[in-house]
C-alpha cells in the first residue's frame, strides 16, 4: 500500500460528494479528502456501515462528515439527494461518481430485467449524479468531477459483460461530459483501476491464488490497497489538475 502524504490546500473546506462512500475504495477516498480539510459528503445504499464511518471520521474532521442514504439507481431520490447536499454544505465543486455493482453473471441466463438493472448502478446513475451536480458546480465557478471506470472491459471479462459494457460507457460518458462541461470550467476525468484487494472483493471474489496470479501480470509487485486510488483522485481534483480535462488514469501497478 502507499500511503499519500500529499497536500492540496485548494480542496480545504472544498464540498466534496462521493458516491458509495460507505465501504471499499470509497471510504478510503471520504477519509482521504477529509485529511484535506473538505467539507465532505457521501451517498451510499448501505446504512450501518456508512453510518459508522461518518461518526469515525467526523471526529477527526474540521467538518462533520455527512452521510446520505439513498439508492443512486432511482432518478428522484438521485436529485432530492444532491440537493440535499447542496442546501447543507453549498455548491458541490468535487463530485467523485465511485459506487458501482461488480457483479458476474451468465450470459445466457441473463434477463433484460438484470441487465436494466446493472447499467443502472454502473453507468446510468454516473449521468444523472452529474447533471443533478452540474448546474451548482457551474454558478460556483467550475469544479471537478472524477468517474471511476476499471481495466476489466479490456481484459476480455466472461462473466462481466454488463459491468464491463457499463465500465467501458463511463469513459465515453467522461468524454462528453468534458467537453460539455469545459466552457464552464468543469474537468471530467476517469480513474481505472486494475485489481484492489477490498474486504468484499475478498469475500465476494478473489483468492490467494487470484491475487498471486494478478501480482505476476503487473509491473509492480504489490497488493493494491483502497488507499492507492485516493492520491490519483485528490490530485484529478485539485487545481494541480487544472488543465487536465477528458483522460483516463489507469491505477493497476502496470498491466496496461
Ligand atoms: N475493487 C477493485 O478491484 C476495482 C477494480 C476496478 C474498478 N473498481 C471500481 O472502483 C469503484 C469502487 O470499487 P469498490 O471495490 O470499492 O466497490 P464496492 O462494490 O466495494 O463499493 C461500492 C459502494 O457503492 C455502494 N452502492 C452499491 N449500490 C448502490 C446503490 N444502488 N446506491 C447507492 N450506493 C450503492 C455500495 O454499498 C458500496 O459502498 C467502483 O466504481 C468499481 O467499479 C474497483
Excluded at 79 to 103: M, P, Q, Y
Excluded at 151 to 166: D, E, G, Q
Excluded at 222 to 230: E, I, N
Amino acid at each position: 500500500m502507499t500511503e499519500t502524504q500529499a497536500n492540496f490546500p485548494d480542496l480545504k473546506d472544498r464540498t466534496v460528494l462521493i458516491t458509495g462512500g460507505g465501504s471499499g475504495i470509497g471510504a478510503a477516498l471520504v477519509e482521504g479528502f477529509v485529511q484535506q480539510g473538505a467539507k465532505v459528503a457521501f451517498i451510499d445504499i448501505a446504512e450501518e456501515p456508512s453510518k459508522a464511518l461518518a461518526a469515525r471520521l467526523s471526529a477527526q474532521s474540521a467538518h462533520p462528515v455527512a452521510f446520505y442514504h439513498a439508492d443512486l439507481r432511482d432518478v428522484g431520490t438521485v436529485k432530492s439527494t444532491v440537493a440535499a447536499v447542496e442546501s447543507d454544505l453549498g455548491a458541490i465543486r468535487v463530485l467523485v461518481n465511485n459506487a458501482a455493482w461488480d457483479d458476474r453473471h451468465e450470459i445466457d441466463t441473463t434477463t433484460e430485467e438484470y441487465w436494466d438493472n446493472n447499467q443502472a448502478i454502473n453507468l446510468k446513475q454516473v449521468f444523472f449524479v452529474s447533471q443533478a451536480a452540474a448546474p451548482g458546480m457551474r454558478a460556483a465557478g467550475g469544479g471537478a468531477i472524477i468517474n471511476f471506470s476499471s481495466i476489466v472491459f479490456k481484459m476480455n471479462p466472461p462473466h462481466l459483460s454488463a459491468y464491463a459494457t457499463a465500465k467501458a460507457g463511463v469513459i465515453g460518458l467522461t468524454k462528453s461530459l468534458a467537453g460539455r462541461f469545459g466552457p464552464e470550467n468543469i474537468r471530467v476525468n476517469a480513474v481505472l483501476p486494475g485489481m484492489v484487494v477490498t474486504e468484499r472483493q475478498m469475500e465476494r471474489w478473489l483468492t490467494e491464488e487470484s491475487i498471486a496470479k494478478t501480482i505476476e501480470r503487473q509491473c509492480l509487485k504489490h497488493v493494491l490497497k483502497a488507499a492507492d486510488l485516493v492520491g490519483p483522485t485528490l490530485f484529478l481534483a485539485s487545481n494541480s489538475a487544472g488543465s487536465i480535462t477528458a483522460q483516463s488514469i489507469i491505477v493497476d501497478g502496470g498491466i496496461f
